[in-house]
């Protein structure tokens, strides 16, 4: 296994994914926070999260061009401690797929076809613990819906629109 997964096929733009340099990626997300959308959140957590949004979006907006910024010694041993996530959907957008409905996932247990309205709003892990998937990785697929969340894809090599 080569650590590496490349999005691939019926694409303007083929990428090559790297998960071992996520870390250092701001749009990484813990573990348990990546599925909080799903939930019933109160009104006040709402508002909260809206917020903290709105603030996300000025900071970006004043970092031209987008740079990525310094991990505070907090972040630093958060990311040593805690299990990530990353939104598949900026990679795919990236990548420009075609017209597909569906995209093949190449993995060492086989193929898999899914739904490409499912695969662009799932998340890959590729942290447990500050460490890299070495058990069936270098990622592991989960649907935003959390239908696989107790049986997510593993072992994933390829993305493939064909």
């Known amino acids: 296994m080569n650590g590496i997964i490349q999005i691939k096929g019926k694409v303007k733009y083929p990428i090559t994914l790297d998960p071992s340099v ?9 573990w348990e926070q990546a599925f909080q959308s799903l939930q019933k959140d109160d009104e006040d957590q709402t508002a909260k999260n ?20 310094s991990l505070t010694n907090f972040e630093k041993k958060q990311s040593l401690e805690e299990s990530f996530v990353i939104p598949i959907k900026p990679f795919l957008t990236n990548a420009q797929p075609e017209e597909s409905k569906e995209a093949l996932l190449d993995t060492t247990s ?13 998340f890959l892990l590729f942290a447990v613990k500050g460490k890299p998937i070495t058990d069936e990785g270098p990622v592991h697929l989960y649907f935003g819906d959390k239908s696989n969340y107790d049986t997510p894809i593993k072992g994933i090599q390829n993305i493939i629109f064909e």
């Not at 996520?22 to 813990?30: N, S």
């Open 50 to 69: 809206y917020a903290k949004q709105f603030s996300q979006a000025l900071y970006q907006q004043k970092l031209d061009p987008p740079v990525n910024r």
């Open 22 to 30: 996520w870390i250092f990626d701001d749009r990484k997300v813990q």
């Open 110 to 122: 086989g193929k898999i076809t899914i739904p490409y309205s499912k695969l662009v709003d799932s």
